[in-house]
Nanobody, 121 residues
Framework: QLQLVESGGGLVQPGGSLRLSCAASGFTLDYYAIGWFRQAPGKEREGVSCISSSGGSTYYADSVKGRFTISRDNAKTTVYLQMNSLKPEDTAVYYC??????????????WGQGTQVTVSS
């Protein structure tokens, strides 16, 4: 029953904002770091952000620094990605994934199915 379910994607104008959610079930979220990734058409999957199991450490790709913010609410078993100042190049399917290292080692072992984000030109 292990699940990571992304939601909150949609269509926005350049400069707009979205907040993505990653809802976890079937495991204890407190023990896992969670990363956000994205894959645009014709491109490789790209790491976007990661948050440690406690929420004490966060990491961002250069392409989203200053625009995106990752956070988590372990009591709600949910991780969020606030995306501001969106650009057309942010258009992608966004995925969350768990990292059993608890501190964003990059060894992700389970992935959600993704949510579509489209930023119009």
């Amino acid at each position: 029953q292990l699940q990571l379910v992304e939601s909150g994607g949609g269509l926005v104008q350049p400069g707009g904002s979205l907040r993505l959610s990653c809802a976890a079930s079937g495991f204890t979220l407190d023990y896992y770091a969670i990363g956000w990734f994205r894959q645009a058409p014709g491109k490789e999957r790209e790491g976007v952000s990661c948050i440690s199991s406690s929420g004490g450490s966060t990491y961002y790709a250069d392409s989203v620094k200053g625009r995106f913010t990752i956070s988590r609410d372990n009591a709600k078993t949910t991780v969020y990605l606030q995306m501001n100042s969106l650009k057309p190049e942010d258009t992608a399917v966004y995925y969350c994934a768990r990292d059993p290292s608890q501190h964003c080692d990059g060894e992700y072992d389970y992935w959600g199915q993704g949510t579509q984000v489209t930023v119009s030109s």
